[in-house]
Structures are given as C-alpha cells and as structure tokens.
C-alpha cells in the first residue's frame, strides 16, 4: 500500500478574512547572524563587530533584517497554516523594519488574512497575509504583506 503524504496546511477555501494565527516563539542567536553573514555574504559591522556596533545608536549588534524576514517565514510555516497547502510565496510588499531584533531576542508572527481571490486556473488562489513580527516586550519589530498562492481542496 502506497502512503502519501497529507498536508497540514489549510487550503484556499478555507482561508477567510480577518482569521489570525499566531506563530511559537524563536529566539535569534548568535549563531544565526554568523551563519546568515556567511550565506548572504553581508558581513556588515552592525551584525558582526561587537566593539564597532557598541559605538552604534543601538549599542550592540543586530541581527540582519533579511535573517528575521527568513525566520518569519519559517515560523508561519511551522504553524502548520500553510504547510504543504503553499504553491509559492508571490510578492512582499510594504515591508517595513521598525525595531533592531537583537541576539537573544526571541520573536513570533502575528498573521491576519485580510484578502482572497480565487485563481481557478491555478487550482486555489491568493491570499494577501498582513503580518506583524513581534518582540518578547511586545514591539512590533517588522511589519508589511505577503502575498502566497494556496491550493485548493483536491477533489475527492
């Protein structure tokens, strides 16, 4: 007997505006900046030296802001909401950094859906995400929208 595998994500016709799904918690380590310098090849100071970003208006280092985006993806995903459901993440737009994340920060996503529209030759549609990384004190570290394209419920 063949098994397959069974999303867990919800499908396109399940999604309705103004559901929100919150994320678990990560906590961005030093590790993560250094590993992420080296894919991305942005060893800017800021990120990498503790004794020049002491001299910073943050006083410390930051994590990139493109690693916690990443991360952010990772986290709604891990939530299962668009799991395996996910055809391609489409468009990123009014993205905005409004807070430094720091090492040992730990963030979680807030996402609310607040548009879907029906792509029947895609077999699903796209839904726009607004979503909210939020700090352990409760900030808004980085906010904006998300466009994905989700399948629709296979036919039985």
Wanted: avoid cysteine.
């Amino acid at each position: 007997m063949t098994q397959s595998y069974q999303p867990r994500g919800m499908y396109f016709e399940e999604f309705e505006v103004g559901q929100r799904f919150v994320s678990a918690g990560r906590t961005i380590t030093e590790s993560d900046i250094v590993t992420f310098a080296g894919l991305s090849g942005d060893y800017n100071q800021i990120h990498t030296d503790a004794e020049f970003s002491k001299s910073t208006p943050y006083g410390q280092r930051i994590a990139h802001g493109l690693l916690v985006t990443a991360i952010a993806s990772g986290l709604v995903t891990q939530s299962g909401v668009i799991e395996g459901t996910v055809i391609a993440f489409r468009e990123i737009d009014q993205w905005k950094f409004t807070k430094p994340v720091f090492i040992g920060d730990t963030v979680h996503v807030v996402t609310e859906v607040v548009a879907t529209k029906a792509l029947r030759r895609l077999g699903g549609g796209a839904v726009e995400l607004s979503l909210e990384v939020v700090n352990q004190r409760d900030e808004v570290a980085m906010k904006g929208l998300w466009k994905v394209l989700i399948a629709g419920r296979p036919e039985a």
